[in-house]
């Protein structure tokens, strides 16, 4: 079946340092890709999407990019700051079934001043 | 501006005992899914509801577990006879309809970690 693969946590940064939080997945078709993020003390929010091969998802200064030839969506952001600490959820959808979102194990960031 | 509210945040079960964990979607919303995650490991989907009607129950086991959303009051998942492997952060989530869901914009409380002693 379909799965999701993240680099494990956790991972300690200082404040400006360059982030990248791995993610590969296994799937049948062609499925959308999500990152969702969990901030202390409240529920997962969606961080950003790609629908189809080569999009590139963003928000908040994070990006990924939806590749097909290495079946990974890796997460980036170029200088981190103490507000993203918080757990990161890498998931896919398939189209049909976008509500039975696979998630991957999470990864835990803490950002250091 | 409520979000998705979920409750109890924390509950402790004897092994035998049942457990009962709501959850209310954001305002507006009709569609709730329920999602397991075990320690070490990412969430899995276990239910999708909508008013009055079970959708897809693909992933809740087969016995002791069952979902409900009334039409008026929160979703229920409800856990008889907990055992401890039955230990884990159940999420639940909501969104506004197919549109939500097709585009995986989920809304999601924050979780109701039970422990089974």
């Known amino acids: 079946g379909d799965s999701v693969t993240q680099m494990e946590g956790p991972v300690t940064l200082s404040e400006e340092a360059c982030l990248t939080i791995?993610?590969?997945?296994?799937?049948?078709?062609?499925?959308?890709l999500f990152w969702y993020v969990q901030y202390p003390g409240e529920g997962l929010q969606l961080l950003l999407k790609?629908?189809?091969?080569?999009d590139k998802g963003s928000n908040k200064g994070f990006e990924a990019t939806y590749r097909k030839e290495t079946t990974s969506f890796h997460l980036e952001k170029g200088s981190v700051q103490v507000s993203d600490s918080a757990v990161y959820f890498c998931a896919l959808s398939d189209r049909q079934g976008a509500q039975k979102l696979v998630f991957g194990q999470g990864t835990r960031l803490t950002i250091n001043p | 501006n409520a979000g998705v509210m979920q409750n109890p945040r924390h509950l402790v079960r004897r092994r035998g005992q049942e457990a009962r964990l709501r959850c209310s979607p954001m305002k507006g919303h009709s569609h709730v899914y329920w999602y397991r995650q075990l320690p070490e490991e990412g969430l899995k989907f276990m239910v999708y509801?909508?008013?009055?009607?079970?959708?897809?129950e693909s992933g809740m086991p087969k016995e002791r577990f069952s979902a409900e959303f009334p039409k008026e009051g929160p979703s229920i998942l409800r856990i008889q006879q907990v055992v401890r492997g039955d230990s884990a952060a159940y999420f639940c989530?909501?969104?506004?309809?197919?549109?939500?869901?097709?585009?995986?914009?989920?809304?999601f409380g924050e979780g109701s970690r039970l422990t089974v002693l």
């Open positions: 791995n993610c590969t997945y296994t799937a049948t078709g062609y499925p959308s």
């Open positions: 790609a629908t189809k091969a080569d």
């Open positions: 989530a909501s969104s506004s309809g197919l549109a939500g869901a097709n585009t995986g914009e989920l809304f």
């Open positions: 509801l909508q008013k009055e009607n079970i959708i897809d």
